[in-house]
């Protein structure tokens, strides 16, 4: 199944750092806008980045901007998305999605290719 592949959760402490990768596998992220969304346990997914073809990039305004940053390397086909001073209420489980075209949406019904996700727990 082709699918996007996210890396780098793990356990850390309040504060910490973290760089989430987001790669293609053998899905191309050439001319698409790719996001990341979260869910936690008991919660809905939400939005958290997006980043489109031309590197336009749009943030969840209450928890992401100013402390996530997403980035993409168009060459190696990779997506990533830098999550600074992080929080106990940032655990969850982080997904990474292929839009239908080169634009980002806060949707997810505008993402049509998911990854299995990759857990982030910020200890307190």
């Known amino acids: 199944q082709v699918q996007p592949v996210e890396s780098g959760g793990g356990l850390v402490q309040a504060g910490d750092s973290l760089r989430l990768s987001c790669a293609g596998s053998?899905?191309?992220?050439?001319?698409?806008?790719v996001g990341w969304f979260r869910q936690a346990p008991g919660k809905t997914r939400e939005f958290v980045a997006a980043i489109n073809w031309s590197n336009g990039t749009a943030y969840d305004l209450d928890f992401a901007k100013g402390r996530f940053t997403i980035s993409r390397d168009n060459a190696k086909n990779l997506v990533y998305l830098q999550l600074n001073s992080l929080k106990p209420e940032d655990t969850a489980v982080y997904y990474c999605?292929?839009?239908?075209?080169?634009?980002?949406?806060?949707?997810?019904?505008?993402?049509?290719?998911w990854g299995q996700g990759t857990q982030v727990t910020v200890s307190s």
């Open positions: 999605a292929r839009a239908r075209d080169y634009t980002w949406s806060l949707s997810s019904n505008h993402y049509d290719y």
């Open positions: 053998g899905l191309t992220f050439s001319h698409y806008a």
